[in-house]
């Protein structure tokens, strides 16, 4: 199954189980996407000592899942991430057309 993650999110606990589903949801075998859109491109910065987000990130990318960042929000907050593409609402919308099911937090 492909499923899509769209996270717009600033809340630590709630971007730390987005990435912790997607995490397990490779783990069942399926295809998973996140997308960072609003204040969900603020992730890398959200870490605390109960929620690390930057490492649920670097396991779901090193086990074959995709991040991709809304690039207008983005630029707005003058900031970039490491972990991932500059993207676009085409891209978004990609996602959304091509996934069995979209999940948002």
């Known amino acids: 199954m492909k499923i ?15 990435f912790r589903f997607g995490n397990f949801a490779l783990s069942e075998g399926d295809e998973v996407k996140i997308f960072l ?5 603020e992730c890398e910065s959200l ?3 109960r929620f690390r ?8 990318v090193d086990s074959g899942g995709e ?10 907050r003058q900031s970039e991430l490491e972990m991932c593409p500059l993207s676009t609402m085409r ?4 996602l959304v057309k091509e996934c069995d099911r979209i999940v948002t937090f």
């Open 4 to 18: 899509g993650i769209i996270i717009y999110s600033d809340d630590s606990e709630t971007v730390w189980n987005a």
């Open 37 to 41: 859109l609003a204040r969900g491109v």
């Open 47 to 49: 870490d605390t000592d």
């Open 53 to 60: 987000i930057t490492e649920q990130m670097q396991k779901f």
């Open 67 to 76: 991040i991709l960042a809304c690039g207008t929000c983005l630029k707005i």
């Open 91 to 94: 891209d978004l919308y990609e």
